[in-house]
């Protein structure tokens, strides 16, 4: 069974920019939940997605957003990209019942300018 | 509110046994994992407990539970240069579905 997967692995963009980053779930899995990997921060929360509805949500401002699609695959935008955006964001998805494992993708690097 | 944390580094000679700390604070925890994190890539899940469980052991990995203490540990038996890495703790607590609380992550060096 192939792996999460997440595309682009590295991102570079200039402040003030958006990007729209994509997760491709494990197959039969139906829960997407995002992630921020930074050195100050750690790995932080952003919010998870089950039958194309939000249904956790981090503490991160509006700018970071998010959606699911039928076949379960994800996407993440951030809009007026700020230099604290530069992170590792990583992917991870589930069956989606409430004490399913998460299994995680190999990140998307941004880094911002 | 929820809190996990770890220490940050822990340095051990190849062939020895590496333990890593992990405390946290939702009693109303269910799981508690263990991932590992090498340089540039994701993370990866070594193994996971239930909050029903004192011990599980798999291969040359050991989890300890202490629920009233809520700590978790996790022993790495004769550990190789390839355990190097940053070992996540992570638990769900049992009013989330999918939220996942992370630990700082432990970076462990191997000394050959």
């Known amino acids: 069974k192939a792996g999460v997967t997440q595309t682009p692995r590295y991102l570079i963009k200039t402040r003030g920019q958006q990007v729209t980053l994509s997760c491709s779930p494990i197959s039969g899995h139906r829960s997407v939940s995002w992630y921020q990997q930074t050195p100050g921060q750690g790995l932080q929360f952003l919010f998870e997605?089950?039958?194309?509805?939000?249904?956790n949500k981090g503490n991160f401002p509006g700018r970071f957003s998010g959606r699911q699609f039928s076949n379960s695959r994800s996407e993440m935008n951030v809009s007026t990209l700020e230099l604290g955006d530069s992170a590792l964001y990583l992917c991870?998805?589930?069956?989606?019942?409430?004490?399913?494992?998460?299994?995680f993708g190999p990140g998307t690097r941004l880094l911002v300018l | 509110g929820e809190d996990v944390e770890q220490s940050l580094f822990l340095s051990v000679r190849e062939g020895d046994s590496s333990v890593i700390n992990c405390t946290y604070t939702?009693?109303?925890?269910?799981?508690l994992y263990w991932y590992k994190q090498e340089p540039g890539a994701g993370l990866q899940l070594l193994t996971y407990?239930?909050?029903?469980?004192d011990m599980k052991q798999d291969q040359r990995l050991t989890v300890l539970l202490n629920k009233k203490d809520k700590h978790l540990s996790l022993r790495i038996a004769d550990t190789q240069t390839g355990d190097s890495a940053i070992y996540f703790c992570?638990?769900?607590?049992?009013?989330?579905?999918?939220?996942?609380?992370f630990g700082p992550g432990t970076s462990l060096s191997v000394i050959p």
């Open positions: 991870a998805s589930s069956l989606g019942g409430k004490k399913e494992t998460q299994y």
């Open positions: 997605y089950f039958s194309e509805t939000q249904r």
């Open positions: 939702d009693s109303s925890s269910t799981y």
């Open positions: 992570a638990e769900v607590s049992e009013t989330s579905y999918d939220k996942v609380i």
């Open positions: 407990i239930f909050s029903n469980m």
